[in-house]
Nanobody
């Protein structure tokens, strides 16, 4: 499985961006997308990696309190990009944003997702978001 982010850039505070994560390698069987949940993470300079949003194979979503209401995660299963729509960007949102994918365990339901980075096996290279005041 390979992931590739795009859509980052430099914006003014109050602006919006839509980040995309294209995937390859979900070829069925063990690598069927229905077996995976996905997430977006960000890492600001000098800080740890923060899980901002996740989406289960069944479509259930979960957000960090710090981004609730401004970030929207979605997955277009037909064309397979994972998206992160971000509105009302603030300087504190400046970070390298990553997408990640993880196969759910037999104990996790179709509606389960996680924002814990240690749970994820597959990662993209990241896309930079810079917000100026």
């Amino acid at each position: 499985v390979q992931l590739a982010e795009s859509g980052g850039g430099s914006v003014q505070a109050g602006g919006s961006l839509r980040l995309s994560c294209t995937t390859s390698g979900f070829t069925g069987g063990e690598y069927s997308m229905s077996q995976y949940y996905m997430a977006w993470f960000r890492q600001a300079p000098g800080k740890g990696r923060e899980g901002v949003a996740c989406i289960a194979a069944g479509g259930t979503t979960n957000y960090a309190d710090s981004v609730e209401g401004r970030f929207t995660i979605s997955l277009d299963k037909a064309a397979n990009p994972l998206y992160l729509q971000i509105k009302n960007l603030q300087p504190e949102d400046t970070a390298l944003f990553y997408c990640a994918a993880q196969r759910r365990s037999p104990y996790n339901s179709y509606w389960h997702c996680s924002r814990a980075s240690s749970n994820f096996r597959f990662w993209g290279q990241g896309t930079q978001v810079t917000v100026s005041s």
